[in-house]
């Protein structure tokens, strides 16, 4: 049987996707709550009281984007045999699931302080950036990398900041269909797996120590 939605959870729903359609339509700045609630047919106090901002909007289409990608991500990494692989397969599905909402996303990218609770970096987003995280971890674990121990535990977590890079790179790309984000996302993969490689060789990994000293430092773990 199929399962009922609530009239709550479908309110809340038809609210952030008419948020979604404003912000594609007007940019996130422009917008405001009153537009939102008149495109979703709900009283603007009815709007307040499932978001009481744009901010928590944001939040919950993060949260939203990542529920939606979950299965695929899933799947990618069932089906995945190589760590480029399943590096191709995560980033790629993220630039594609997001590139309706580019535009949003830009606007968005204006809040990288750590400090603003839309960051990416923020603590407000921890549980959504450590989900993600940990589709970079198993990506690495499931691939056998044979990395030093001074740097396999960060190494899901330098993954992330280079989808993060690629990501930042990709909406501000003005190039037709974003070629040259194509183009660095190739390059780029190509000389992270190289260095990896040469990670693993036993000869070089003493070079690898003072790598995982800085990792600790940055992370505040020294």
Same mark, same amino acid.
């Given at each position: 049987?199929?399962?009922t939605?609530p009239k709550?959870?479908e309110? %809340?729903?038809?609210i952030?996707?008419?948020?979604l359609?404003?912000?594609?339509e007007?940019?996130?700045?422009?917008?405001t709550m %009153?537009e939102?609630?008149a495109?979703a047919?709900?009283?603007?106090?009815a709007a307040?009281?499932y978001? #009481?901002?744009?901010?928590? /909007?944001v939040m919950?289409?993060?949260?939203q984007?990542?529920d939606?990608m979950a *299965?695929? &991500?899933d799947?990618?990494?069932r089906?995945s045999r190589?760590?480029?692989?399943?590096l191709?397969?995560?980033?790629?599905?993220?630039l594609e699931y997001?590139?309706?909402n580019? =535009?949003l996303v830009?606007?968005l990218s204006? $809040? +990288?302080?750590?400090? $603003? *609770?839309l960051?990416?970096?923020s603590? =407000?987003?921890?549980p +959504?950036? #450590? %989900? #993600?995280?940990a589709?970079?971890a198993?990506a690495?674990e499931?691939?056998k990398?044979r &990395?030093?121990a001074?740097? &396999?535990?960060?190494?899901?977590r330098?993954?992330?900041?280079y989808?993060?890079?690629l990501?930042?790179?990709?909406v501000?790309?003005r190039?037709?269909?974003?070629?040259r984000t194509e183009?660095l996302?190739?390059k780029?993969? %190509?000389m992270?797996?190289?260095t /990896?490689?040469?990670a693993e /060789?036993?000869?070089l990994? *003493?070079l690898?120590?003072p790598?995982?000293? /800085?990792?600790?430092a +940055?992370y505040?773990?020294?």
């Amino acid at each position: 049987m199929a399962r009922t939605v609530p009239k709550s959870e479908e309110t %809340r729903k038809r609210i952030l996707a008419a948020a979604l359609r404003i912000f594609r339509e007007r940019g996130f700045h422009a917008a405001t709550m %009153r537009e939102i609630a008149a495109a979703a047919g709900v009283a603007v106090g009815a709007a307040y009281y499932y978001f #009481d901002s744009k901010d928590a /909007l944001v939040m919950a289409f993060y949260a939203q984007a990542q529920d939606e990608m979950a *299965p695929r &991500l899933d799947e990618i990494l069932r089906e995945s045999r190589t760590l480029e692989q399943r590096l191709r397969g995560i980033i790629g599905q993220k630039l594609e699931y997001f590139a309706p909402n580019r =535009a949003l996303v830009s606007a968005l990218s204006a $809040h +990288i302080d750590p400090e $603003h *609770p839309l960051s990416p970096f923020s603590a =407000a987003t921890a549980p +959504i950036r #450590d %989900r #993600d995280i940990a589709f970079f971890a198993r990506a690495a674990e499931e691939s056998k990398l044979r &990395l030093p121990a001074s740097i &396999l535990p960060y190494l899901p977590r330098l993954l992330w900041l280079y989808q993060m890079g690629l990501m930042l790179f990709w909406v501000y790309d003005r190039s037709p269909k974003q070629q040259r984000t194509e183009l660095l996302f190739e390059k780029t993969l %190509r000389m992270m797996l190289l260095t /990896l490689k040469w990670a693993e /060789l036993p000869l070089l990994k *003493p070079l690898f120590r003072p790598a995982g000293e /800085l990792l600790k430092a +940055i992370y505040g773990e020294a």
